[in-house]
């Protein structure tokens, strides 16, 4: 049985959602990949998609998610944040649920994701944190 990851197409403006097809296109490891984001984002893309957006009601802080505009490179950084944080919470729930054995985070913007609520250092702290705060520890690779 293959493992189901969890992609996050991070910061929406940023180069995320390039770095996340490029790697589709030619996949490291036979997976089921889910990729999370703004639906205008993934439709494209290859595997399953979790589309995070005014249609499912947003982050978790209270407020939607805000539709991308003509060019995502307008998009503020606050908004940008939400639909970074709403892509990370709904990989967590996935994870916390079984649903996936692994998550992979695309590159957000610090300042963005704490504009919107998200009061954390970066990504490690904050997935400890919506697991439950429990010990966590950061893997790069390349």
């Known amino acids: 049985m293959k493992p189901r990851v969890a992609i996050t197409l991070g910061d929406p403006r940023g180069i995320g959602p390039e770095i996340v097809a ?3 296109d030619d996949p490291p490891a036979p997976a089921d990949y889910i990729v999370i984001g703004p639906e205008d984002l993934i439709a494209g893309l290859p595997g399953e998609h979790v589309a995070v957006g005014k249609r499912e ?3 978790g802080k209270g407020e939607p998610c805000p539709a991308l505009p003509a060019s995502r490179f ?3 950084a606050e908004a940008a944040g939400r639909i970074v944080g ?3 919470e709904a990989a967590a729930r996935m994870a916390l649920a079984g ?3 692994a998550i992979v985070t695309g590159p957000a913007e610090k300042h963005a994701f704490n ?3 998200f009061h954390y250092p970066g990504h490690t702290e904050w997935l400890a944190h919506l697991a439950g705060d429990v010990p966590v520890a950061l893997m790069l690779a390349s």
């Open 74 to 76: 307008a998009l503020p």
């Open 86 to 88: 709403a892509s990370v």
């Open 22 to 24: 490029s790697v589709l």
């Open 99 to 101: 649903e996936v054995q």
């Open 115 to 117: 504009l919107a609520g």
């Open 57 to 59: 009601g947003g982050s």
